[in-house]
Structure formats: structure tokens, C-alpha cells
């Protein structure tokens, strides 16, 4: 089985064996990460650090094998190079391209670089169903440690802690979770979903105002706010001092900055932030972020919110919903129970839509850049038809970055700029009012 393995469930539903994995829409996603930097890039170098990335991790070397009688299985390529292409153009190149729709048949890892002036931008591509962003943010970070041993002249080895085929990450959950666990959690969703008061607190969404098709650049919009380290530093003090988390704090302000957008009066409503998870906290033996691998789960946290409300308030039931969540192994049970054949009832709880979705990396290590590259930004993106808005949050060293995400088919590009503009006056407000909230 080091070779080869069959798709588990859930890595299927990424796969096109399903529209969408619970309420959020999954297959065929691309997932895009990578860095600009300023300076020039030695195309070779990277092409070889590439095929290095690439004889290192399993799944990036893997192919699709279907056949009529048997189920999917992945099966590693020797000496496998990903596809590198090298063009020109910014940011709206870069729209474009997250826009695409890749050609999996050379493989499932690839890369592009977009040039423009001085400046150079590496984005990495790679199916979202072999990979989440902790993996991916990783990766890049290898692939600068290795483009900067080549340049000083001192390869690094290729790593083989990656090097075989491991299971998926809801196959290994089987080792830690209990069918009796699963079954007492669909129980207690079922009976929640069975509850009047809980059915008449259905979470509001964003109104949909998009003209089906989108934007000329793409459906895909990308709304960038970045924050100082002096203001990371101020929003990490007002987590800790209200004793809740940097991702809750966002949220929070997050749900506040959608809240106009809901379409209902001043009122409180309920609100619903869906939130990406890691599992490999559960998994035994552990899975390191440095392994490709999608180990993804959801969980979502409830608020009521008024067109005033405080984001600290907000921030304090998203903490709340979240350490009730991973107390109860939430996000472990979740994906284990996704894999069933459920009833009507809660199936349809679990295709119940957020009004946001969260996705929070959190933070990374800065890259090791060589001397002459001046690093700008990453950026990372990964998004499917239908989705509804969400927002990515990372922090790269001492500078956190929050990306609002939309596909204006949907949801217009008006309402994208709208609620950045509404999300960056939250973030300043915090930031200048940290020493009051701390």
C-alpha cells in the first residue's frame, strides 16, 4: 500500500464523487498558494526545486486511477516533473489564472510564475483534495529553503518523511473515533435539528445580489487587507487580554462587517461562521503540517447579532461555540459522521449554510529568503462555483493578512467592497482602541 491506495470517502467528494462535501461546495477545487516577491527568480532553479517538492511528498506525485469494476485509487509516479509555466502579468493576471479551471491530466501539482516589472509572483497549484493550506504554507516554505540552499550552492537532501502514500484523513479517524461516538453524535445533532426553538433560530445569509455570471476578470473576487506587525501585535494584545483567540477576535469582527448585508432590519438575528478545522490533533499516529495530506473538517459557531453589535461580543460566543466544539471532538466526529448514509433530517442540517465562512492557517514562519528577493506578500486561494462569501486569514511572520473572498455570480462585486471596507474599519477600530480593550 505504500504505492498505491483507493480514495477514502472523503477525499471522493473532492474528487467529483459528490457536488459538494456538506454544505460547501468541493469538487475539482484548485488549491493556489505561493509568494511575490521583488527581485528576479532563477527559472531553472525552481523548476528543479519543483520536481524536488514533488519527489518528496507522495501525493504530489500521485495519479487517479479509475476503473469501471474497483474504486479510486491514487498511484505514485517516479520521477514525476511538475509543469511549470512562466508568463507575464499582475494582479489581474493572477485573478485570471485563480479563475481557471486546471488540466489535471499531466498531474495534480504544477506551477505558474507571473512576471511584471520587477516583480516576481510563484503560485504553486495543486488539487485542494490532496491538500489544505496548513500543508500547502508548508510547502512553500520548503520550497524557499530549497531555492535558497541551490542559490548559496548547498542542495538541501530530499526529505522522506513524506515519501509513501498514507491513508486519508477520515480513514485514519477510524483508529480514534468509535462507531459509538459517531452514533451519540448524530443523535444529539438529530435531536437539536428536531427542536422548534433551534429550527426557528435558522442562521441569515448574505443576500445573493450577483448577476449569475460574475466579473470580466473571473466569478472569483479577492479583496486583500493587510495589516501592519504593529497592528497584528495590537490585535493579538486585545485577544489575550479578553482571553479568546486571534481567529475568534476575527470573527467576530468578520460577522459584524457582514451583518449589513443580511438584508433584515437593526435587529439581533442569528448568525452562523462556518470554520475550517485541522483534524490532525486527532490522529494517531500524528500528522505533521509538513506532510501533504487534506485532514479538513468544519465546525460552526452561532451568534445572534444586531446591526451594533460589538465585535468583542461576537468574538465571545465564537470563542464559546469553538471550545464547546473541541471539547466534544467536533471536528473528528464531523467528518467520520459526513461519511455515512444519514437520515433526511440531518442530512439537512449538515447542508445548512453559514453566512460566513472562516478559514483561519493561522500563523506561519517568515521565508527564507535569498538577500536579493525582497518578499511582498503570499497569497493563497481556493474556492468552488456556489460557494458562499467566506474569508482567509494567515499570518506570515509578525504581519497578519485577511483576504475576503466572494464569487461575484453569486455575490457582487459591490457587496465584496462593501464588506472589505466594512471588515478594515473593524480591524482599525480594534487596532486603535487596543490599550482600552486590553
Request: glycine content about 8%; proline content about 6%; hydrophobic content about 45%.
Amino acid at each position: 500500500m505504500d504505492t498505491h491506495r483507493p480514495l477514502s470517502p472523503f477525499e471522493i467528494a473532492y474528487f467529483g464523487g459528490a457536488a459538494k462535501l456538506t454544505s460547501v461546495p468541493k469538487s475539482q477545487v484548485p488549491l493556489f498558494i505561493g509568494t511575490t516577491v521583488r527581485g528576479a527568480v532563477d527559472i531553472d532553479i525552481l523548476r528543479l526545486v519543483l520536481v524536488e517538492l514533488a519527489a518528496g511528498h507522495a501525493l504530489l506525485r500521485a495519479v487517479l486511477v479509475e476503473e469501471p469494476c474497483g474504486a479510486p485509487r491514487f498511484e505514485l509516479r517516479e520521477n514525476y516533473e511538475p509543469t511549470l509555466e512562466v508568463t507575464g502579468g499582475g494582479d489581474d493576471a493572477y485573478r485570471r489564472l485563480i479563475n481557471s479551471e486546471p488540466d489535471w491530466g499531466a498531474g495534480f501539482f504544477k506551477a505558474q510564475v507571473l512576471r511584471d516589472g520587477g516583480r516576481t509572483q510563484i503560485v504553486l497549484i495543486v488539487h485542494h483534495g490532496m491538500s489544505d493550506g496548513r500543508s500547502m504554507f508548508a510547502l512553500v516554505d520548503e520550497m524557499w529553503q530549497r531555492y535558497s540552499a541551490h542559490l548559496a550552492g548547498s542542495p538541501l537532501p530530499v526529505f522522506d518523511a513524506d515519501s509513501v502514500l498514507i491513508d486519508g484523513a477520515d480513514a485514519q479517524l477510524l483508529h480514534t473515533v468509535t462507531d459509538a461516538e459517531v452514533d451519540a453524535f448524530l443523535a444529539q445533532l438529530k435531536a437539536l435539528a428536531l427542536d422548534p426553538e433551534a429550527a426557528a433560530a435558522a442562521p441569515r445569509q448574505v443576500v445573493r445580489d450577483g448577476d449569475g455570471s460574475g466579473d470580466p476578470l473571473g466569478r472569483f473576487a479577492v479583496r486583500r487587507i493587510e495589516l501592519t506587525a504593529e497592528e497584528t501585535s495590537a490585535l493579538i494584545a486585545v485577544a489575550h487580554a479578553q482571553g479568546f483567540s486571534v481567529s475568534s477576535l476575527i470573527t467576530g469582527a468578520a460577522l459584524a462587517a457582514v451583518r449589513p448585508q443580511l438584508g433584515v432590519d437593526a435587529g439581533p438575528v442569528p448568525m452562523l461562521a462556518g470554520h475550517a478545522v485541522d483534524v490532525r490533533p486527532y490522529l494517531v499516529p500524528p500528522v505533521p503540517t509538513t506532510t501533504v495530506l487534506c485532514c479538513v473538517a468544519g465546525v460552526a459557531t452561532p451568534v445572534v447579532a444586531s446591526a451594533d453589535s460589538d465585535p468583542i461580543e461576537l468574538a465571545k460566543m465564537v470563542e464559546a461555540g469553538m471550545r464547546a466544539a473541541l471539547e466534544l471532538k467536533f471536528p473528528a466526529l464531523y467528518m467520520a459522521a459526513t461519511q455515512r448514509d444519514l437520515d433526511a433530517v440531518t442530512a439537512a442540517m449538515f447542508s445548512a449554510q453559514p453566512t460566513l465562512g472562516i478559514s483561519n492557517v493561522g500563523v506561519v514562519p517568515a521565508h527564507s529568503l535569498p538577500a536579493d528577493l525582497e518578499f511582498i506578500r503570499d497569497d493563497m486561494f481556493a474556492m468552488a462555483k456556489g460557494m458562499l462569501p467566506k474569508m482567509t486569514v494567515f499570518t506570515v511572520g509578525d504581519r497578519l493578512t485577511i483576504q475576503v473572498e466572494y464569487d461575484t455570480a453569486g455575490n457582487s462585486e459591490e457587496q465584496a467592497v462593501q464588506v472589505s471596507q466594512a471588515m478594515r474599519a473593524q480591524v482599525r477600530r480594534l487596532c486603535e482602541n487596543a490599550e482600552i480593550r486590553a
